[in-house]
């Protein structure tokens, strides 16, 4: 929960507006590149992205963690150089994979912009100060958010400032979950959660937001979709307008 009014105020400004997931794309457009970061401001919306660090370090801006789907390459980004990655283009496009700087470089505070770290298991401490050195000194609203909650944790520890969520779903997950989901608020401490639409409405959604703490959800595709949110959550991350 935000701690105070100033982090009401940071936070309501980051979720004012709608987010394109993975940037407005569409056949000929792909999923978080350039060109669909540029759509989405160009709309008014805000951006969700994805990001992933190369074997070396570097933050690349991408959701599979194989290349093959999204790509002209092949094999898991975990495994290659940036020199390698930097080379690479995008499906149905000349361009290549970017880097998180150059896209917050492009934004440039145009509109607010939510981070999905992308890291699978508990050793996060790299990649998360990959990402916090490509936000030093970026003056948009921006927030991280994770399914990994040692990625909140990492960064409630070494950079408090900056607003963080936890992303949840609770597809094909019996009652235990329920503890599972709240041991993870524990361990991220968000400001907000982003919750898959499917599972809305959500007794612990709806507990955490009679506490104060926003729900966005994802990911809004249809009239229905949009609906749900609009009783269940705060904001929607989506894709195919409707409007």
Same mark, same amino acid.
């Given at each position: 929960?935000?701690?105070s ?22 056949p ?8 669909? @970061? ?59 994979i970017p ?17 999905e ?22 003056q948009g ?5 994770s ?7 990492? @960064? ?10 936890l992303?949840?779903?609770e ?10 989901r709240?041991f ?6 968000p400001?907000f ?10 007794? @612990? ?22 609906a749900?949110?609009?009783?269940h ?6 894709e195919s307008?409707?409007?």
């Amino acid at each position: 929960m935000p701690s105070s009014p100033s982090r009401q105020a940071e936070l309501a400004r980051l979720i004012a507006r709608p987010f394109a997931h993975r940037g407005l794309h569409r056949p000929g457009l792909p999923e978080n590149s350039r060109a669909a @970061f540029e759509a989405a401001v160009a709309a008014g919306a805000g951006i969700e992205l994805d990001v992933q660090a190369s074997v070396d370090g570097e933050v690349f801006v991408i959701h599979d963690y194989e290349l093959d789907r999204l790509t002209e390459g092949h094999g898991a980004v975990r495994t290659l150089g940036a020199a390698e990655l930097k080379r690479i283009r995008l499906k149905e496009s000349d361009e290549t994979i970017p880097t998180l700087p150059e896209i917050l470089a492009l934004v440039a505070g145009r509109t607010p912009v939510l981070i999905e770290v992308k890291s699978p298991d508990r050793r996060v401490a790299a990649m998360s100060r990959a990402v916090h050195r490509a936000l030093a000194g970026y003056q948009g609203a921006v927030a991280v958010m994770s399914f990994n909650p040692e990625v909140g944790r990492w @960064f409630a520890r070494h950079a408090p400032q900056l607003l963080r969520g936890l992303v949840v779903t609770e597809a094909g997950k019996k009652w235990r979950s329920m503890v599972e989901r709240h041991f993870a608020l524990w361990r991220a401490r968000p400001d907000f959660l982003a919750y898959d639409i499917r599972d809305l409405p959500s007794h @612990f959604a709806e507990a955490q937001r009679a506490r104060g703490m926003p729900v966005l959800t994802w990911t809004c595709r249809s009239l229905a979709d949009r609906a749900r949110a609009a009783e269940h959550a705060n904001q929607i991350i989506y894709e195919s307008p409707t409007r």
